[in-house]
Protein backbone atom coordinates (compact mmCIF):
# COMPACT_ATOMS: atom_id res chain seq x y z
CA UNK A 1 0.00 0.00 0.00
CA UNK A 2 0.89 3.74 -0.44
CA UNK A 3 3.08 4.71 2.47
CA UNK A 4 4.66 8.02 3.49
CA UNK A 5 7.40 8.95 6.13
CA UNK A 6 9.56 11.91 7.56
CA UNK A 7 12.00 12.82 10.09
CA UNK A 8 12.77 16.25 10.74
CA UNK A 9 15.04 16.86 13.61
CA UNK A 10 16.86 20.64 14.66
CA UNK A 11 18.27 22.56 16.96
CA UNK A 12 17.92 26.00 17.99
CA UNK A 13 20.33 28.68 20.04
CA UNK A 14 19.10 32.41 20.57
CA UNK A 15 20.80 35.24 23.08
CA UNK A 16 19.60 38.33 23.55
CA UNK A 17 21.40 41.41 25.22
CA UNK A 18 19.07 44.24 26.25
CA UNK A 19 21.16 47.56 28.04
CA UNK A 20 20.91 50.91 28.10
CA UNK A 21 21.81 54.36 29.99
CA UNK A 22 19.85 56.91 30.14
CA UNK A 23 20.42 60.88 31.16
CA UNK A 24 17.38 63.30 32.16
CA UNK A 25 17.63 66.86 31.85
CA UNK A 26 15.18 69.43 32.81
CA UNK A 27 14.66 73.49 32.48
CA UNK A 28 16.91 73.99 29.24
CA UNK A 29 16.76 77.28 28.21
CA UNK A 30 16.43 75.71 24.29
CA UNK A 31 16.17 72.57 22.28
CA UNK A 32 18.07 73.75 19.45
CA UNK A 33 21.51 72.07 20.01
CA UNK A 34 19.54 68.67 20.83
CA UNK A 35 21.29 66.66 23.17
CA UNK A 36 24.84 68.40 22.68
CA UNK A 37 24.57 70.67 25.95
CA UNK A 38 23.68 68.89 28.58
CA UNK A 39 24.76 70.94 30.91
CA UNK A 40 22.97 73.57 30.59
CA UNK A 41 20.36 72.38 32.45
CA UNK A 42 19.00 70.89 35.19
CA UNK A 43 20.46 66.67 35.40
CA UNK A 44 18.47 64.33 36.90
CA UNK A 45 19.87 61.10 38.38
CA UNK A 46 21.19 59.48 35.71
CA UNK A 47 19.78 55.55 35.28
CA UNK A 48 21.28 52.38 33.27
CA UNK A 49 20.53 48.77 33.07
CA UNK A 50 21.66 45.29 31.39
CA UNK A 51 19.79 42.19 30.91
CA UNK A 52 20.35 39.03 29.07
CA UNK A 53 18.69 35.71 27.61
CA UNK A 54 19.67 32.67 26.42
CA UNK A 55 17.40 29.85 24.93
CA UNK A 56 18.23 26.74 23.58
CA UNK A 57 16.14 24.10 21.78
CA UNK A 58 16.62 20.51 20.48
CA UNK A 59 13.55 19.02 18.38
CA UNK A 60 12.58 16.07 16.31
CA UNK A 61 9.61 15.35 14.56
CA UNK A 62 8.27 12.13 12.58
CA UNK A 63 5.46 11.93 10.02
CA UNK A 64 4.04 8.73 8.58
CA UNK A 65 0.60 8.25 6.30
CA UNK A 66 -0.84 5.00 5.08
CA UNK A 67 -2.55 4.73 1.75
CA UNK A 68 -3.91 8.25 2.04
CA UNK A 69 -6.60 7.50 5.37
CA UNK A 70 -4.27 7.38 8.10
CA UNK A 71 -1.84 9.76 9.73
CA UNK A 72 0.66 9.93 12.52
CA UNK A 73 2.72 12.34 13.91
CA UNK A 74 5.23 12.52 16.72
CA UNK A 75 6.96 15.43 17.78
CA UNK A 76 9.57 16.41 21.15
CA UNK A 77 10.89 19.19 22.35
CA UNK A 78 13.76 19.60 24.77
CA UNK A 79 13.94 23.25 25.72
CA UNK A 80 16.44 25.45 27.94
CA UNK A 81 16.20 28.78 29.28
CA UNK A 82 18.40 30.34 31.38
CA UNK A 83 15.67 33.07 32.98
CA UNK A 84 14.59 29.79 34.83
CA UNK A 85 16.66 28.19 38.27
CA UNK A 86 19.82 26.20 38.49
CA UNK A 87 17.95 23.34 39.20
CA UNK A 88 15.07 23.72 36.18
CA UNK A 89 16.66 25.32 33.37
CA UNK A 90 16.06 22.32 31.16
CA UNK A 91 12.22 20.89 30.20
CA UNK A 92 10.88 18.07 28.06
CA UNK A 93 7.99 18.74 25.88
CA UNK A 94 6.21 15.79 23.78
CA UNK A 95 3.64 15.73 21.60
CA UNK A 96 1.45 13.73 19.19
CA UNK A 97 -1.72 13.78 16.48
CA UNK A 98 -3.64 10.86 14.53
CA UNK A 99 -6.20 11.66 12.19
CA UNK A 100 -8.07 9.14 9.99
CA UNK A 101 -9.74 10.05 6.90
CA UNK A 102 -13.25 8.20 6.57
CA UNK A 103 -13.73 9.07 3.20
CA UNK A 104 -11.06 7.36 1.42
CA UNK A 105 -11.95 4.13 2.99
CA UNK A 106 -13.60 1.76 -0.07
CA UNK A 107 -16.05 0.68 2.12
CA UNK A 108 -17.45 4.30 2.67
CA UNK A 109 -16.63 5.81 -0.60
CA UNK A 110 -20.16 5.15 -1.65
CA UNK A 111 -21.98 6.33 1.13
CA UNK A 112 -24.61 8.84 -0.86
CA UNK A 113 -24.04 11.86 2.65
CA UNK A 114 -20.71 12.82 3.04
CA UNK A 115 -17.92 13.85 0.60
CA UNK A 116 -15.36 14.69 3.14
CA UNK A 117 -15.38 12.96 6.88
CA UNK A 118 -12.30 12.97 8.87
CA UNK A 119 -11.44 11.86 12.74
CA UNK A 120 -8.80 13.81 14.22
CA UNK A 121 -7.07 13.35 17.90
CA UNK A 122 -4.18 15.18 19.29
CA UNK A 123 -1.78 16.02 22.54
CA UNK A 124 1.27 18.27 23.04
CA UNK A 125 2.64 19.99 25.63
CA UNK A 126 4.42 23.66 25.68
CA UNK A 127 6.23 25.37 28.30
CA UNK A 128 6.58 29.38 29.22
CA UNK A 129 9.22 31.38 29.63
CA UNK A 130 7.79 34.53 29.49
CA UNK A 131 9.46 36.10 32.91
CA UNK A 132 12.44 38.95 33.11
CA UNK A 133 15.49 37.59 33.35
CA UNK A 134 17.22 37.00 37.07
CA UNK A 135 13.77 36.04 38.89
CA UNK A 136 15.31 33.08 40.13
CA UNK A 137 18.35 34.86 41.97
CA UNK A 138 18.96 37.28 44.75
CA UNK A 139 19.38 40.56 43.53
CA UNK A 140 21.15 43.77 45.08
CA UNK A 141 20.38 47.43 45.03
CA UNK A 142 21.82 50.27 45.79
CA UNK A 143 20.47 52.24 49.13
CA UNK A 144 21.01 55.61 50.50
CA UNK A 145 19.32 54.13 53.39
CA UNK A 146 22.40 51.48 53.55
CA UNK A 147 25.44 53.47 53.43
CA UNK A 148 28.69 52.87 55.22
CA UNK A 149 32.17 54.86 56.12
CA UNK A 150 34.46 54.37 54.16
CA UNK A 151 38.04 56.77 54.67
CA UNK A 152 35.47 59.10 56.35
CA UNK A 153 32.89 59.27 53.53
CA UNK A 154 29.15 57.47 53.76
CA UNK A 155 29.25 55.15 50.98
CA UNK A 156 25.72 53.51 49.47
CA UNK A 157 25.76 50.04 50.66
CA UNK A 158 24.07 47.08 48.88
CA UNK A 159 20.90 45.38 49.85
CA UNK A 160 18.84 42.43 48.34
CA UNK A 161 15.37 43.47 46.99
CA UNK A 162 14.83 40.12 46.14
CA UNK A 163 15.12 36.58 47.56
CA UNK A 164 16.38 34.16 45.21
CA UNK A 165 14.37 30.39 44.20
CA UNK A 166 16.43 28.42 42.27
CA UNK A 167 14.06 26.21 41.84
CA UNK A 168 11.55 28.49 39.52
CA UNK A 169 10.74 26.43 36.37
CA UNK A 170 8.69 26.48 33.14
CA UNK A 171 5.14 26.64 33.38
CA UNK A 172 3.75 23.51 31.64
CA UNK A 173 0.21 23.28 29.57
CA UNK A 174 -0.80 20.14 28.36
CA UNK A 175 -3.50 20.00 25.71
CA UNK A 176 -5.88 17.22 24.46
CA UNK A 177 -7.97 17.73 20.91
CA UNK A 178 -11.00 15.60 19.27
CA UNK A 179 -12.65 16.80 16.18
CA UNK A 180 -13.99 15.99 13.29
CA UNK A 181 -14.15 17.62 9.42
CA UNK A 182 -17.29 16.59 7.40
CA UNK A 183 -18.43 17.93 3.78
CA UNK A 184 -21.55 16.51 2.40
CA UNK A 185 -23.90 17.85 -0.50
CA UNK A 186 -20.98 17.59 -3.13
CA UNK A 187 -18.82 19.60 -0.21
CA UNK A 188 -21.52 22.61 -0.59
CA UNK A 189 -21.69 22.50 3.04
CA UNK A 190 -18.42 21.75 5.22
CA UNK A 191 -18.01 21.67 8.96
CA UNK A 192 -15.90 21.56 11.81
CA UNK A 193 -16.03 20.71 15.60
CA UNK A 194 -13.48 20.18 17.93
CA UNK A 195 -13.52 19.83 21.74
CA UNK A 196 -10.07 20.76 23.63
CA UNK A 197 -9.03 20.40 27.17
CA UNK A 198 -6.25 22.56 28.49
CA UNK A 199 -4.55 22.15 31.87
CA UNK A 200 -1.78 24.55 32.65
CA UNK A 201 0.52 23.80 35.63
CA UNK A 202 3.23 25.15 37.60
CA UNK A 203 1.88 28.92 37.37
CA UNK A 204 4.24 31.74 37.25
CA UNK A 205 2.57 33.83 39.86
CA UNK A 206 3.84 36.42 42.17
CA UNK A 207 2.97 35.32 45.64
CA UNK A 208 3.11 36.54 49.22
CA UNK A 209 5.96 35.80 51.04
CA UNK A 210 6.53 35.76 55.02
CA UNK A 211 6.74 38.76 56.67
CA UNK A 212 9.22 39.77 57.98
CA UNK A 213 11.43 39.37 54.45
CA UNK A 214 13.19 41.63 52.30
CA UNK A 215 10.17 42.12 49.73
CA UNK A 216 6.95 41.43 50.02
CA UNK A 217 6.28 39.12 46.97
CA UNK A 218 8.49 36.13 44.92
CA UNK A 219 7.90 34.72 41.71
CA UNK A 220 6.87 31.07 42.38
CA UNK A 221 5.72 28.05 40.59
CA UNK A 222 2.07 27.19 42.13
CA UNK A 223 -1.24 26.17 41.12
CA UNK A 224 -3.17 24.74 38.13
CA UNK A 225 -5.78 25.93 35.51
CA UNK A 226 -7.84 24.26 33.21
CA UNK A 227 -9.64 25.69 30.19
CA UNK A 228 -11.84 23.55 28.44
CA UNK A 229 -14.12 24.06 25.43
CA UNK A 230 -15.80 23.36 22.26
CA UNK A 231 -15.56 25.25 18.50
CA UNK A 232 -17.28 24.62 15.31
CA UNK A 233 -18.04 26.02 11.74
CA UNK A 234 -20.65 25.64 9.08
CA UNK A 235 -19.99 27.10 6.00
CA UNK A 236 -22.24 26.98 3.27
CA UNK A 237 -21.97 27.65 -0.76
CA UNK A 238 -25.50 29.50 -1.36
CA UNK A 239 -25.00 30.30 -5.02
CA UNK A 240 -22.42 28.87 -7.02
CA UNK A 241 -23.05 29.37 -10.31
CA UNK A 242 -20.97 31.04 -13.55
CA UNK A 243 -19.90 35.14 -13.01
CA UNK A 244 -22.04 34.64 -9.51
CA UNK A 245 -21.20 33.25 -6.06
CA UNK A 246 -22.07 33.57 -2.81
CA UNK A 247 -20.83 31.56 0.36
CA UNK A 248 -22.01 32.42 4.27
CA UNK A 249 -20.47 30.89 7.38
CA UNK A 250 -21.36 30.50 11.19
CA UNK A 251 -18.35 30.27 13.84
CA UNK A 252 -19.16 29.30 17.71
CA UNK A 253 -16.54 28.41 20.19
CA UNK A 254 -17.05 28.04 24.02
CA UNK A 255 -14.37 27.94 27.28
CA UNK A 256 -14.47 27.91 30.51
CA UNK A 257 -11.77 28.72 32.57
CA UNK A 258 -11.35 27.63 35.98
CA UNK A 259 -8.07 27.64 38.70
CA UNK A 260 -7.92 24.27 39.89
CA UNK A 261 -5.41 25.15 43.03
CA UNK A 262 -3.02 27.97 43.85
CA UNK A 263 -0.57 25.23 46.12
CA UNK A 264 0.32 25.04 49.60
CA UNK A 265 -1.03 27.76 51.49
CA UNK A 266 -2.28 29.78 49.47
CA UNK A 267 -5.88 30.20 49.45
CA UNK A 268 -6.77 33.76 47.54
CA UNK A 269 -4.38 36.23 45.12
CA UNK A 270 -6.23 39.60 45.05
CA UNK A 271 -5.50 41.40 41.40
CA UNK A 272 -6.66 43.70 39.67
CA UNK A 273 -5.30 47.02 41.07
CA UNK A 274 -7.85 49.93 40.47
CA UNK A 275 -6.41 53.15 38.98
CA UNK A 276 -7.10 57.09 39.78
CA UNK A 277 -7.44 58.76 42.76
CA UNK A 278 -7.89 57.26 46.45
CA UNK A 279 -7.66 53.31 44.85
CA UNK A 280 -4.48 52.77 46.05
CA UNK A 281 -4.15 49.51 47.40
CA UNK A 282 -7.72 48.34 45.78
CA UNK A 283 -8.26 45.26 44.44
CA UNK A 284 -10.98 44.29 41.89
CA UNK A 285 -10.33 40.80 40.95
CA UNK A 286 -9.60 37.33 43.16
CA UNK A 287 -7.65 33.91 41.40
CA UNK A 288 -8.80 31.46 43.91
CA UNK A 289 -9.83 27.80 43.46
CA UNK A 290 -12.61 26.97 41.86
CA UNK A 291 -13.72 30.01 39.94
CA UNK A 292 -12.45 31.46 36.66
CA UNK A 293 -9.51 33.87 36.51
CA UNK A 294 -10.67 37.80 35.66
CA UNK A 295 -13.38 36.80 38.69
CA UNK A 296 -14.34 40.03 39.99
CA UNK A 297 -14.40 40.46 43.81
CA UNK A 298 -15.78 43.31 46.19
CA UNK A 299 -18.84 44.84 47.32
CA UNK A 300 -22.40 44.44 45.92
CA UNK A 301 -23.84 48.11 45.27
CA UNK A 302 -27.80 48.23 47.06
CA UNK A 303 -28.15 51.98 46.05
CA UNK A 304 -28.34 55.27 47.81
CA UNK A 305 -29.70 56.51 51.22
CA UNK A 306 -29.52 59.53 53.16
CA UNK A 307 -26.76 59.84 55.56
CA UNK A 308 -26.39 62.26 58.41
CA UNK A 309 -22.82 63.70 58.63
CA UNK A 310 -21.00 65.09 61.67
CA UNK A 311 -22.20 68.78 60.71
CA UNK A 312 -25.96 68.14 60.37
CA UNK A 313 -26.07 68.15 56.63
CA UNK A 314 -27.88 64.98 55.10
CA UNK A 315 -26.19 63.26 52.64
CA UNK A 316 -26.76 60.97 49.92
CA UNK A 317 -24.58 58.26 50.35
CA UNK A 318 -23.69 54.96 48.21
CA UNK A 319 -24.63 51.85 50.44
CA UNK A 320 -23.80 47.87 49.93
CA UNK A 321 -25.22 44.71 51.17
CA UNK A 322 -23.99 43.24 54.69
CA UNK A 323 -24.00 39.88 55.09
CA UNK A 324 -22.98 37.78 57.39
CA UNK A 325 -20.73 34.12 57.56
CA UNK A 326 -23.09 32.43 55.93
CA UNK A 327 -23.36 34.39 52.85
CA UNK A 328 -26.90 36.15 53.97
CA UNK A 329 -27.83 39.47 52.90
CA UNK A 330 -28.67 41.04 56.34
CA UNK A 331 -28.97 44.87 55.97
CA UNK A 332 -27.24 47.36 54.30
CA UNK A 333 -24.01 49.81 55.04
CA UNK A 334 -22.39 52.46 54.13
CA UNK A 335 -18.64 52.15 52.64
CA UNK A 336 -16.87 52.92 56.18
CA UNK A 337 -19.09 50.20 57.58
CA UNK A 338 -18.20 47.28 55.62
CA UNK A 339 -17.51 43.83 57.14
CA UNK A 340 -15.56 40.94 56.67
CA UNK A 341 -17.87 39.12 55.06
CA UNK A 342 -19.42 42.25 52.49
CA UNK A 343 -17.07 41.31 49.55
CA UNK A 344 -18.37 39.03 47.17
CA UNK A 345 -17.82 37.61 43.32
CA UNK A 346 -19.56 40.01 41.50
CA UNK A 347 -18.71 37.76 37.95
CA UNK A 348 -16.05 37.08 35.80
CA UNK A 349 -14.04 39.02 32.12
CA UNK A 350 -14.30 35.82 30.18
CA UNK A 351 -17.41 35.51 28.09
CA UNK A 352 -19.74 32.65 27.74
CA UNK A 353 -19.48 32.26 23.57
CA UNK A 354 -18.23 33.80 21.16
CA UNK A 355 -19.84 33.70 17.59
CA UNK A 356 -19.22 34.88 14.41
CA UNK A 357 -20.54 35.36 10.66
CA UNK A 358 -18.79 35.38 7.57
CA UNK A 359 -19.21 35.92 4.02
CA UNK A 360 -17.77 35.96 0.84
CA UNK A 361 -19.56 36.61 -2.91
CA UNK A 362 -18.89 38.33 -6.12
CA UNK A 363 -20.80 39.50 -9.07
CA UNK A 364 -18.92 39.36 -12.14
CA UNK A 365 -15.41 40.78 -12.02
CA UNK A 366 -17.24 42.21 -8.18
CA UNK A 367 -16.40 40.96 -4.91
CA UNK A 368 -17.34 41.52 -1.05
CA UNK A 369 -16.30 39.89 1.87
CA UNK A 370 -17.03 40.66 5.58
CA UNK A 371 -17.23 39.32 9.29
CA UNK A 372 -19.51 40.23 12.02
CA UNK A 373 -18.26 39.33 15.66
CA UNK A 374 -19.87 39.04 18.51
CA UNK A 375 -19.52 37.80 22.47
CA UNK A 376 -21.64 37.54 25.07
CA UNK A 377 -21.82 37.40 29.28
CA UNK A 378 -18.77 38.68 29.62
CA UNK A 379 -18.04 41.35 32.50
CA UNK A 380 -16.45 44.59 32.22
CA UNK A 381 -15.06 47.15 34.81
CA UNK A 382 -15.47 50.44 33.65
CA UNK A 383 -12.85 51.89 36.18
CA UNK A 384 -13.03 55.13 34.32
CA UNK A 385 -16.39 55.68 35.48
CA UNK A 386 -15.28 55.03 38.73
CA UNK A 387 -13.31 57.89 38.23
CA UNK A 388 -15.05 60.06 36.55
CA UNK A 389 -18.49 59.64 36.51
CA UNK A 390 -18.69 61.24 40.21
CA UNK A 391 -19.35 64.82 41.54
CA UNK A 392 -16.13 64.20 44.11
CA UNK A 393 -13.82 64.79 40.43
CA UNK A 394 -15.35 68.77 41.48
CA UNK A 395 -13.93 68.99 44.80
CA UNK A 396 -9.99 68.52 43.21
CA UNK A 397 -10.60 71.10 40.81
CA UNK A 398 -11.41 68.41 37.90
CA UNK A 399 -14.14 67.81 35.15
CA UNK A 400 -16.73 64.91 35.66
CA UNK A 401 -18.61 63.01 33.07
CA UNK A 402 -22.44 64.55 32.95
CA UNK A 403 -23.35 61.15 34.18
CA UNK A 404 -22.74 62.23 37.38
CA UNK A 405 -25.03 64.84 37.65
CA UNK A 406 -28.26 62.67 37.48
CA UNK A 407 -27.13 60.63 40.04
CA UNK A 408 -28.15 62.11 43.80
CA UNK A 409 -24.95 61.03 45.63
CA UNK A 410 -23.46 63.99 47.57
CA UNK A 411 -20.31 65.82 46.08
CA UNK A 412 -18.37 64.90 49.76
CA UNK A 413 -18.75 61.18 48.73
CA UNK A 414 -15.26 59.87 47.72
CA UNK A 415 -15.38 56.88 44.66
CA UNK A 416 -15.81 53.48 45.69
CA UNK A 417 -14.81 50.17 43.87
CA UNK A 418 -18.17 47.89 43.85
CA UNK A 419 -20.27 45.73 41.63
CA UNK A 420 -21.57 49.64 41.02
CA UNK A 421 -18.85 49.44 37.98
CA UNK A 422 -19.85 45.95 36.85
CA UNK A 423 -20.85 45.96 33.53
CA UNK A 424 -22.35 43.39 31.05
CA UNK A 425 -19.28 43.90 28.20
CA UNK A 426 -21.52 41.75 25.31
CA UNK A 427 -21.13 43.37 22.10
CA UNK A 428 -21.62 43.06 18.60
CA UNK A 429 -19.20 44.19 16.07
CA UNK A 430 -19.06 44.75 12.12
CA UNK A 431 -15.28 43.70 12.34
CA UNK A 432 -14.12 44.01 8.51
CA UNK A 433 -15.58 44.70 4.83
CA UNK A 434 -13.98 44.80 1.72
CA UNK A 435 -14.84 45.45 -1.52
CA UNK A 436 -13.02 44.79 -4.78
CA UNK A 437 -12.85 44.87 -8.25
CA UNK A 438 -10.91 42.61 -10.57
CA UNK A 439 -9.90 44.84 -13.54
CA UNK A 440 -9.95 42.84 -17.24
CA UNK A 441 -6.01 44.72 -17.72
CA UNK A 442 -5.05 41.29 -20.25
CA UNK A 443 -7.35 43.32 -23.00
CA UNK A 444 -5.30 46.70 -22.74
CA UNK A 445 -1.79 45.15 -22.00
CA UNK A 446 0.17 42.06 -22.16
CA UNK A 447 2.51 43.08 -19.13
CA UNK A 448 0.31 43.06 -16.66
CA UNK A 449 -1.91 39.72 -15.74
CA UNK A 450 -4.07 41.54 -13.51
CA UNK A 451 -5.23 44.67 -11.29
CA UNK A 452 -7.26 44.77 -8.49
CA UNK A 453 -8.71 47.65 -7.07
CA UNK A 454 -10.60 47.33 -3.34
CA UNK A 455 -11.55 49.31 -0.24
CA UNK A 456 -12.17 48.04 3.19
CA UNK A 457 -12.78 49.11 6.52
CA UNK A 458 -12.60 47.48 10.10
CA UNK A 459 -14.39 47.88 12.89
CA UNK A 460 -16.99 49.62 11.30
CA UNK A 461 -20.32 48.88 13.67
CA UNK A 462 -20.52 48.65 17.35
CA UNK A 463 -23.28 47.14 19.15
CA UNK A 464 -23.01 46.90 22.74
CA UNK A 465 -24.91 48.09 26.30
CA UNK A 466 -21.70 48.67 27.68
CA UNK A 467 -21.60 52.76 29.15
CA UNK A 468 -17.47 52.45 28.18
CA UNK A 469 -15.99 53.47 24.34
CA UNK A 470 -15.52 49.85 23.67
CA UNK A 471 -16.20 46.64 26.26
CA UNK A 472 -12.98 44.90 24.45
CA UNK A 473 -10.13 46.71 25.29
CA UNK A 474 -7.72 46.03 28.68
CA UNK A 475 -5.62 47.47 31.39
CA UNK A 476 -2.92 45.55 32.49
CA UNK A 477 -3.47 45.86 36.31
CA UNK A 478 -1.96 42.59 37.71
CA UNK A 479 -1.19 38.66 38.22
CA UNK A 480 -4.17 37.25 35.34
CA UNK A 481 -5.98 40.18 35.31
CA UNK A 482 -8.43 41.00 32.54
CA UNK A 483 -11.77 42.72 31.43
CA UNK A 484 -10.91 45.94 32.77
CA UNK A 485 -11.58 49.72 31.43
CA UNK A 486 -9.39 52.92 32.69
CA UNK A 487 -8.70 55.87 30.30
CA UNK A 488 -8.28 53.11 27.55
CA UNK A 489 -8.34 53.58 23.87
CA UNK A 490 -11.40 52.75 22.07
CA UNK A 491 -10.43 50.30 18.78
CA UNK A 492 -9.60 52.35 15.48
CA UNK A 493 -12.28 52.29 13.22
CA UNK A 494 -9.77 52.57 9.71
CA UNK A 495 -10.41 52.59 6.05
CA UNK A 496 -7.89 51.06 3.37
CA UNK A 497 -7.90 51.49 -0.72
CA UNK A 498 -5.48 49.98 -2.44
CA UNK A 499 -4.36 48.13 -5.49
CA UNK A 500 -3.04 44.86 -5.80
CA UNK A 501 -1.26 44.26 -9.59
CA UNK A 502 -0.17 41.11 -10.96
CA UNK A 503 2.95 40.85 -13.70
Known amino acids: GQQSFNVVGGYEYQRSNIGQSIVRVQNLLSDAVGANSLGAGTVQAPTSSDSNRTTVSYFARATYGLKDRYFFNALVRRDGASVFGANNKYATFPGGSVSWTVTNEPWFQNNGLFQNFKFRASYGSSGLQAINPYQSLTLLSFDPGSGYPFGGTAINGAVPFQVANPNLKWQTT ?85 VISLGNNVQQIFTGTASGRGQSNVYTQVVQAGQPLGSFYGPVYAGTQPVTNTNGKVDTVEVYNHYDANGNVVGKV ?121 VSGDNLLLGTHYSGLDPEVFTNAGIASRGIDYLSFPRARTFTVGTRLGF
Not at 396 to 411: W, Y
Open 174 to 258: IQTDAGIDFGVLKNRLTGTLDYYSKNTRDLLLAVPVPQPAVVTTQLQNIGKVKNAGFEGSLDGQVINQPGRSLSLGLIFSVDRNR
Open 334 to 454: TGSQLGTYDNRLLGNANPKFTTGFRGQGSLGRAYINFLVRAQSGQKVFNNTALVYATKAQAAQNQNFLASALTDGISIDQSPRYSSRYIEDGSFIRLQNVTLGYDFNVRSITRRVNSARLY
